[in-house]
């Protein structure tokens, strides 16, 4: 996958939902901020635009309380529409002007809970579709590195529970449902072998790592595309202002 001449860097930081990965995105951003890199975060689905209208329809259940209810090629859709409109009005401008990019969930978390609905043999061919979809036909830009944070659905399931205070009844068709979350890591696995995504083991027995533990890897498998020289806790040589923008 490559990137748009002349543009920023884009990192995704992907996993099962509970592995972290909006804390671990807040983290890497604000590390690279402090080297005065200017670095913007963002986070799909945007659940505050109207271009999530058909995720927000479909995680809820309107197509069907399964997510097999709705075929991967349409749900992948809803998403991939709503990503196009916030590069498009959003923060495409600053990608493009050279701004670091740190993404919580993208195209991947297509591939990842998209594929989870089809028989393994398919998958290869669903995911060659996905990425000309969005990367070709849609133009969004392709990741610089993806950071995959693999986590056991039992271990996501329990920080999900915690997450929500006991109340189950406030999980999405994907949270609630473990056998989906099953297949959904075995895409993920899947994925991250074929397409080189840089893979942290999150869980330790029953439960995470730490926080701390995390971010420093997370750090350093972003090392490699960043822009040089990078040295943990010291600014850049020649970085303008920094900051991370919401």
């Given at each position: 996958m490559t990137t748009i001449n002349g543009a920023g860097r884009l990192i995704v930081i992907e996993g099962l939902d509970g592995s972290g990965k909006a804390t671990q995105a807040n983290l890497l951003a604000g590390r690279l901020a402090e080297q005065g890199m200017r670095v913007r975060e963002v986070s799909f689905p945007n659940y505050q635009s109207d271009s999530s209208a058909l995720v927000k329809m479909y995680l809820a259940g309107q197509f069907g309380s399964d997510p097999s209810d709705v075929n991967a090629y349409a749900a992948s859709s809803f998403f991939a529409v709503d990503r196009f409109a916030g590069f498009k009005t959003d923060w495409g401008a600053f990608y493009r002007q050279g701004g670091i990019v740190i993404a919580d969930r993208y195209t991947t978390s297509n591939a990842v809970h998209q594929c989870s609905k089809l028989p393994a043999e398919e998958w290869d061919g669903f995911l060659d579709?996905?990425?000309h979809f969005e990367y070709g036909l849609l133009g969004i830009p392709s990741p610089d590195l993806?950071?995959?944070l693999r986590v056991a659905p039992e271990v996501s399931q329990k920080l999900m529970h915690e997450r929500y205070h006991g109340n189950d009844g406030r999980r999405d068709i994907h949270e609630s449902n473990l056998a989906y979350l099953e297949h959904s890591r075995a895409a993920a696995d899947y994925c991250a072998e074929k397409l080189h995504w840089k893979t942290i083991e999150c869980?330790?027995?029953d439960g995470m790592r730490s926080i701390a533990e995390i971010a420093e890897e997370v750090l350093a498998c972003a090392d490699?595309?960043?822009p040089k020289p990078f040295i943990?806790?010291?600014p850049a040589e020649g970085a303008g202002t920094g900051g991370v923008q919401k």
């Open positions: 579709w996905l990425f993806v950071v995959y869980a330790k027995g490699p595309v960043l943990p806790g010291k």
